[in-house]
């Protein structure tokens, strides 16, 4: 019976060891992509009437098996982004509240190849808390030539900040330059799409990310 066990863990033993040398994160046949990312929003629609621009940050986790050129992964980011102001002579400057953003985002990507160079297509679904302020998109009264005609409603006017949870899809391209086995930088573009939720407004963004991964293979 012993001579039974100690067969069995030198099997295991052995094929873990076989295992390590053919896939690269231990036993298992995927690489392992820890990544860092700066991204840059170009705001788009109804977004555009409150906001200017944005910029934020995410970490990414993503388990990619070579062997079917395909990954999933899941990101977690925060983003801000830069109020729109009206200024009229003689009276106050009317300017939004910053408007702040955490996504949490479950992808999938498909690798056309795995070389040095990796191209890659994908698709998101993501959840996101944001708070907003749609002054400027809520105003009842006209805006078309730089001048609202209802001056006192304008600036007297209260307007309440909106929060809560949007949710979308993030279709995306991309590229990953390996540098190494462990060291790889790249670049992804995206389209994020969030549908209107109640008193949150829908939202498009055109995004650009800059980013560094570390490869556990």
């Not at 573009?189 to 055109?206: A, C, I, P, T």
Request: charged share 20%.
């Amino acid at each position: 019976m012993k001579k039974i066990i100690i067969t069995l863990i030198l099997c295991f033993v052995y094929a873990g060891i076989n295992a390590q040398d053919r896939h690269r994160a231990g036993d298992s046949p995927y690489d392992l992509f820890l990544s860092v990312r700066g991204c840059y929003h170009l705001v788009q629609d109804n977004f555009k009437d409150n906001y200017s621009w944005g910029a934020g940050g995410k970490i990414v986790a993503e388990w990619q098996y070579q062997e079917i050129k395909l990954s999933w992964g899941i990101s977690m980011g925060y983003s801000r982004y830069q109020p729109k102001w009206l200024k009229w002579d003689f009276v106050p400057t009317k300017q939004l509240f910053v408007a702040q953003e955490i996504p949490v985002t479950l992808f999938v990507n498909y690798y056309f190849f795995n070389n040095k160079v990796k191209p890659y297509v994908g698709v998101g679904g993501s959840v996101m808390w944001g708070k907003y302020d749609y002054s400027f998109s809520k105003m009842e009264n006209t805006y078309t030539t730089g001048r609202y005609t209802n001056l006192d409603e304008y600036y007297y006017k209260d307007f309440e900040v909106e929060g809560g949870f949007k949710f979308g899809v993030i279709p995306h391209v991309g590229f990953m330059f390996s540098l190494d086995h462990r060291n790889a930088f790249g670049a992804e573009f995206s389209w994020d799409k969030y549908f209107s939720n109640g008193r949150l407004e829908k939202q498009n963004n055109y995004t650009a990310t800059l980013y560094y991964t570390y490869i556990i293979d």
